[in-house]
């Protein structure tokens, strides 16, 4: 299957010929690509900010796209256009702030078979919870700029190109902070989990 970037999957719509009419002041068309692009916008500012405030900067990200429909010429696809305007209203956003807000992980369900020891059973759990914890407190202490890879990449599964053209930066360039970023992240979960060891909070 060939690839497409959240925006082509969820958004079959012919953008250029909305984005024209929105252009000319058509209210319609601009409803009909905020509701195109609705999704992946919100769930990009939801991995990069948190739930709370996801809503608003997506609903500010379209704002300014409504605002800027002048300043769109079509060199870039509407939707790849539309992520940077998201992408910076949350970066604005953390940096506003001054940190990040922490994302809930997915709750881990384990298979467990019919006859296991009662404290093996509770060590796993609270191993589970421990790396959960650490994942968290790590992707709340990252630069936003390495969170925000990390969203595009892990979270849209968005290829490197794609990620090139959001940011505005060249593949190999891409690779590499996502390399650092990856690092970054280890290097964070392995000292909230040696300081639990140690019992340091």
């Known amino acids: 299957m060939r690839w497409a970037p959240p925006w082509q999957r969820q958004a079959p719509v012919d953008d250029t010929g909305l984005v024209q009419r929105a252009q000319h002041g058509d209210t319609e068309a601009f409803e009909a690509l905020v509701r195109g692009h609705q ?3 919100y769930g990009l500012s939801v991995r990069m900010v948190g739930v709370d405030a996801a809503q608003d900067l997506a609903q500010q990200a379209f704002l ?16 790849t256009w539309l992520y940077r305007l ?7 956003h953390l ?11 997915e709750e881990i369900e384990p298979t467990l078979p019919e006859v296991q020891d009662v404290a093996d059973l509770v060590q796993r759990r609270l191993d589970q919870d421990a790396q959960r914890e650490a994942l968290a407190w790590a992707l ?3 630069p936003s700029e390495d969170r925000l890879l990390l969203a595009l990449r892990i979270g849209d599964e968005l290829a490197y190109d794609a990620i090139a053209e959001i940011l505005g930066i060249t593949a ?13 992240l280890h290097a964070l979960v ?12």
């Open 39 to 41: 999704d992946p916008i």
């Open 64 to 79: 300014k796209a409504w605002l800027r429909l002048d300043q769109f010429k079509g060199d870039a696809a509407f939707g």
């Open 86 to 92: 998201a992408v910076n209203c949350c970066l604005d």
């Open 95 to 105: 940096r506003h702030v001054n940190r990040f807000q922490e994302i809930p992980l």
């Open 140 to 142: 709340e202490h990252l």
């Open 172 to 184: 190999t360039t891409v690779g590499t902070r996502l390399f650092r970023a990856r690092a970054r």
């Open 190 to 201: 392995r000292e909230r989990t040696t300081e639990d060891a140690r019992g340091v909070r």
